[in-house]
T-cell receptor, first 112, second 115 residues
Framework: DTAVSQTPKYLVTQMGNDKSIKCEQNLGHDTMYWYKQDSKKFLKIMFSYNNKELIINETVPNRFSPKSPDKAHLNLHINSLELGDSAVYFC???????????FGPGTRLTVT | AQSVSQHNHHVILSEAASLELGCNYSYGGTVNLFWYVQYPGQHLQLLLKYFSGDPLVKGIKGFEAEFIKSKFSFNLRKPSVQWSDTAEYFCAVNAPTSNTGKLIFGQGTTLQVKP
């Protein structure tokens, strides 16, 4: 059973397009996260939602907008894609105060 | 601001060699510490974690790590590596007082184990 799933796994698109990445977790966790992993494998937090409330909003261009329709889903919408947005985007989730996060398989975004 | 530093960027070992990957963090308060592993083409998996108690923690696949508070370190060790340990290893820290669970990651260490 997949705990944290992301769609799509790969996304190739052109500059200027708008795209969305979806994340779903079936662990019953109440907090979800988006991380960006760049070409040097460096992982950086972008956003986090707890029970549909935004609790982390790092310094990210406002072309990136997270949306959480319910606590099992956290989507990431990106407007006007740029070359520098090419990366692997990981979704993660966590239950309560355990601090252990479970990661999804990642979405490799390539902007051409 | 919190930061995490992993000293070794790329480590190459032969099978059966011992492994130690360094991790230092900068934060003056209480921290939770993690090591995650990312096998080629896969997602991050938790190897081990430290919240409190015994500073020597044991994780999956024979890995262990020691939290040395005075040195702000949380080094990962394995007595004898296998080819299947080839992966990226990430140290991460979280400040529990923030209550957000935000993880700050180190830059990662690429481990290559030669058969």
């Amino acid at each position: 059973d997949t705990a944290v799933s992301q769609t799509p796994k790969y996304l190739v698109t052109q500059m200027g397009n708008d795209k969305s990445i979806k994340c779903e977790q079936n662990l019953g966790h109440d907090t979800m996260y988006w991380y960006k992993q760049d070409s040097k494998k460096f992982l950086k937090i972008m956003f986090s939602y707890n029970n549909k409330e935004l609790i982390i909003n790092e310094t990210v261009p406002n072309r990136f907008s997270p949306k959480s329709p319910d606590k099992a889903h956290l989507n990431l919408h990106i407007n006007s894609l740029e070359l520098g947005d090419s990366a692997v985007y990981f979704c993660a989730s966590r239950r309560g105060q355990t601090y252990e996060q479970y990661f999804g398989p990642g979405t490799r975004l390539t902007v051409t | 601001a919190q930061s995490v530093s992993q000293h070794n960027h790329h480590v190459i070992l032969s099978e059966a060699a011992s492994l130690e990957l360094g991790c230092n963090y900068s934060y003056g308060g209480t921290v939770n510490l993690f090591w995650y592993v990312q096998y080629p083409g896969q997602h991050l998996q938790l190897l081990l974690k430290y919240f409190s108690g015994d500073p020597l923690v044991k994780g999956i696949k024979g890995f262990e790590a020691e939290f040395i508070k005075s040195k702000f370190s949380f080094n990962l060790r394995k007595p004898s590596v296998q080819w299947s340990d080839t992966a990226e290893y990430f140290c991460a820290v979280n400040a529990p007082t923030s209550n957000t669970g935000k993880l700050i990651f180190g830059q990662g260490t690429t481990l290559q184990v030669k058969p």
